[in-house]
């Protein structure tokens, strides 16, 4: 069992940042690939980003590469989302999920454990 809890969500103006932070419980942590996922109001769940179990691959959606970096600190079994140049669309509910499949894929479907989410609100 995998427990999962996201903290930094919070309301921001058009072009600034914030940092989403994911800690995980786990000893096998380091082995996970872990990914953030959002869902705005009357829309699916959509992959955000993803990253592999030692940081060495990452893959972002098309809509936030640029300005979104997801890293890891696998002694701290953390999770991060930093987010620059945000926009009212990036506004959603964010969540954090592992998979221990190794590998990092695009569906929400392909993740085995969830957090409760954290909200982004992008004011314009």
């Known amino acids: 069992q995998v427990q999962l809890v996201e903290s930094g969500g919070g309301l921001v103006q058009a072009g600034g940042s914030l940092r989403l932070s994911c800690a995980a419980s786990?000893?096998?942590?380091?082995?996970?690939?872990m990914a953030w996922f959002r869902q705005a109001p009357g829309k699916e769940r959509e992959f955000v980003a993803g990253i592999s179990w030692n940081g060495g691959r990452t893959a972002y959606a098309d809509s936030v590469k640029g300005r979104f970096t997801i890293s890891r600190d696998n002694t701290k079994n953390v999770v991060f989302l930093q987010m620059n140049s945000l926009n009212p669309e990036d506004t959603a509910v964010y969540y954090c999920?592992?998979?221990?499949?190794?590998?990092?894929?695009?569906?929400?479907?392909?993740?085995?454990?969830w957090g409760q989410g954290t909200q982004v609100t992008v004011s314009s």
């Open positions: 999920a592992v998979n221990a499949r190794g590998v990092i894929n695009y569906r929400a479907t392909g993740y085995d454990y």
């Open positions: 786990g000893r096998t942590f380091s082995s996970y690939i």
